[in-house]
């Protein structure tokens, strides 16, 4: 046991390293080269440690106000959206469980573009587009949850059908909204192909609290989760409360969905591999992976945002489509692997 | 003597709207005592299971855990007195034994899996006496089903609990590790003073472990009493349809059982006939059908009339009320169920009084929910209506729905 808290412990620094290493490498590459001397002289200069270096007032400007928030915003939402993908997962009781995957990410972007559409994205304080996100995400995991469970159990068929017949209705009805949606097209448009980029300080404020809470509720339903995986039945014979378990956890992994979706718009697969490949580490308790999860998320999406910019530069690859080529491959594999595990059962 | 730990008191449960899966069942289970649940498939073990593990809230009865009713409490204050052993649990993901076993810690834990002092040693003590220490590390879905079986005991023992129930905890085991887990189930009844309920399927094995059996058959209990006293010949005749000679061990003096082959009484048709008697006037009926091979049901009947006797003798799943009295609601609900479930309900040709004419309005009813009626009229309604002429009122209604016979003879034929 000593020997496994070691190994833990080394696991986390590990991931910690690497998210350090992606946020350097993410600040230097780009558009433009930017040297890490000058990245440090800079910070220096903010700080009123030293003098104003001579770089570029551009590289200033590309530094602070580009990059820097960009690269903050895709740490949150990669922590966003892996905790949310891990709640789902102990919810579902199923590793292909993902925000993207059973539709409630789509959910949160109906419930994001009817407010654009309705003109009702400054209300609540300019949260207004997040509270929808959060509904609409909040309204789809309950509903594919309903669907997916047949008794006792959540099938992988099941899930994965039903978060595509949601998908598929949620599609359509985004389609129809927008050819309502007049001159808002162009900013629906904007809000959809989304990504990271241009979205400057003011959405790392509404998202960061909202996720920072997300993280320590799911702290609160790690334990119950593992037990929930014995199953519905067990868990309420070792003393769990199913039901509230259910609800909150629900809860929980929409308000990150929602929140994350609503300044970020879709982005798949992070919320699928990200635990998935960590309950092959640190195996699969909840309370070892909640932390190493938090790390990871925003490593894998920072880093992949940099193959996005690089990939054809000047050009930038839509962050999106980035993780599902990582991840579509991925997840094909998962469903095989799933099967092989079926056919060995039966 | 003190109060038992665990008391079901006249318990009837069921699921939706299924007739229900126990009825009116009372039992206890006193502290260091061992009791043997037994009974065919579909007798009722399971749902009564539940209903004392807090799974499953009964239609009516009490259940009390310590004094405790489980169902006006939390699930974590319930998991502190009673701990379930269930067949087989596998995890969604791959757990360790010993990560599954402190899992039966989590009543004493807060949410973040904290707070619990001793949960290390109540953990190592637990495996230590199921003897599953070197599985620790182990992935659970990796255990054959027999290791698993035991972890999952050790997560219940894990729990504390003064109660403890265990459903078929034997399936997944080979007949040394049988062995090994009941008489640790012994021990910690005798020496942690734990109340054991078990269901078994294996009458033998029940009879040497357990000081009590109780038997259930169509959701009633049959028998109640030490194994030497219950487990005879002509009970396993009744409640399985088995020949089988009961022997005695010359060394413990417990029975156990010797099965004839080939001698199995013939396999009722499944189909469920409900008869309306009275008066003794469905007791012939009821044996004619059961011997056909129906599943035959009764009710509502009153005490200590013929029909009941008969009823109560060849154990049949029915409805009763106090000697002329009249049919409560609850009886009427219960009714109701029987006859919705029922393929054909025969009505008999009984004097009706007040006490029994809410019978006609069961029938009327379950004949507009598209039950089949067969309305025996042996004996005209007018000669044997004893309400003023409400009963003929109804009769007729009845008669509007339902097949009406002049003879027993032409309502078995009518059956089909």
């Known amino acids: ?346 | 003597m003190p109060e038992a730990r665990l008391i079901l008191d006249d318990i009837t449960a069921g699921y939706g709207l299924r007739p229900p899966a126990v009825l009116g069942v009372s039992l206890q289970v006193s502290a260091g005592e061992v009791v043997g649940l037994v009974g065919p498939n579909g007798s009722g073990k399971s749902s009564l299971l539940k209903v004392a593990s807090r799974a499953l809230r009964p239609r009516s009865g009490s259940v009390r855990l310590q004094g405790f009713d489980p169902y006006s409490i939390g699930a974590k204050d319930a998991a502190h007195l009673v701990a379930v052993v269930p067949q087989d649990v596998v995890p969604a993901f791959s757990f360790t034994s010993l990560e599954m076993v402190m899992m039966g810690r989590t009543p004493y834990m807060n949410g973040w899996g904290g707070g619990d002092p001793q949960g290390w040693e109540r953990t190592r003590s637990a495996m230590a006496a199921v003897e599953v220490q070197h599985l620790a590390d182990r992935p659970v879905d990796e255990l054959s089903g027999g290791e698993r079986q035991r972890v999952v005991l050790a997560q219940a023992l894990a729990q504390d609990a003064p109660v403890l129930l265990l459903d078929e905890p034997t399936t997944h085991l080979d007949i040394r590790h049988v062995v090994e887990l009941l008489s640790l189930v012994r021990g910690l009844a005798e020496s942690e003073g734990k109340a054991v309920l078990a269901v078994m399927h294996d009458l033998t094995l029940a009879a040497a472990l357990c000081d009590r059996m109780v038997v259930l058959h169509r959701g009633q209990v049959l028998a109640d009493g030490r194994p030497e006293d219950v487990l005879t010949s002509s009970l396993l005749k009744t409640v399985y349809g088995v020949e089988a000679e009961i022997e005695r061990s010359r060394a413990t003096g417990k029975p156990a059982l010797v099965l004839g082959l080939a001698t199995a009484a013939p396999m009722p048709l499944g189909k469920r006939a409900h008869v309306i008697g009275g008066a003794g006037r469905g007791s012939v009926l009821m044996r004619r059908l059961a011997e056909l091979g129906y599943e035959v049901t009764a009710g509502v009947l009153h005490g200590s009339d013929t029909d009941e006797e008969v009823a109560s003798r060849m154990n049949l799943l029915r409805v009763s009320v106090p000697p002329f009295s009249g049919i409560d609601d609850a009886a009427a609900r219960e009714c109701a169920a029987l006859l919705a479930a029922a393929d054909v309900v025969f009505i008999c040709d009984a004097p009706i009084g007040p006490a029994n004419i809410r019978n006609l309005e069961l029938a009327i009813q379950a004949g507009r929910g598209g039950t089949r009626l067969i309305a025996i009229e042996e004996s005209p309604i007018d000669e044997r209506d004893f309400t003023g002429g409400r009963a003929s009122e109804l009769w007729n209604e009845l008669r509007t729905n339902a097949t009406v016979v002049s003879s027993y003879e032409e309502a078995l034929l009518g059956a089909g």
């Open chain 1, 1 to 346: 046991m000593k020997l496994g808290r070691r190994r833990y412990r080394r696991v986390l620094v590990a991931l910690a390293l690497l998210l350090i290493v992606s946020i350097f490498v993410a600040v230097a590459v780009g558009a433009v080269w930017i040297p890490p001397t000058s990245t440090a002289r800079l910070f220096a200069w903010k700080l009123g440690l030293a003098g104003r270096p001579p770089v570029p007032r551009s590289t200033e400007v590309i530094l602070f106000q580009l990059r820097l928030p960009r690269i903050l915003l895709a740490g949150v939402v990669g922590m966003g959206l892996a905790t949310a993908g891990l709640l789902f997962q102990g919810l579902f009781r199923n590793p292909l469980a993902d925000p993207a995957i059973i539709g409630v990410s789509s959910g949160a972007a109906l419930g994001a573009i009817v407010v654009i559409v309705l003109g009702g994205a400054a209300a609540f304080g300019g949260l207004g587009v997040t509270a929808a996100a959060f509904a609409g995400a909040t309204a789809t995991a309950f509903g594919v949850y309903r669907l997916a469970r047949v008794g006792p159990t959540v099938n992988v068929a099941t899930l994965l059908l039903a978060g595509i017949a949601v998908a598929a209705m949620i599609s359509a009805v985004m389609s129809s909204v927008m050819a309502f949606s007049g001159e808002q097209i162009r900013s629906i448009y904007f809000w959809l192909l989304g990504g990271l980029g241009a979205r400057g300080w003011d959405s790392l404020q509404i998202v960061t609290p909202i996720v920072a809470i997300g993280l320590l509720a799911a702290v609160l339903l790690a334990h119950d989760l593992n037990v929930l995986s014995l199953g519905e039945e067990r868990a309420a014979q070792l003393g769990v409360d199913v039901a509230r378990t259910k609800r909150r956890s629900i809860a929980v992994g929409a308000l990150l969905a929602g929140a994350v979706v609503s300044v970020s718009g879709v982005i798949g697969f992070v919320g699928l591999m990200t635990p998935h490949v960590l309950r092959l580490v640190v195996g699969p308790d909840h309370r070892k992976l909640l932390p190493a999860v938090a790390i990871a998320g925003p490593a894998f999406l920072i880093s992949a945002d940099v193959l996005a910019r690089v990939v054809i530069s000047p050009e930038e690859l839509p962050i999106g489509a980035v993780t599902a080529l990582l991840g579509a491959p991925f997840f094909l594999y998962l469903l095989r692997r799933e099967r092989g595990k079926a056919e060995s059962h039966a």
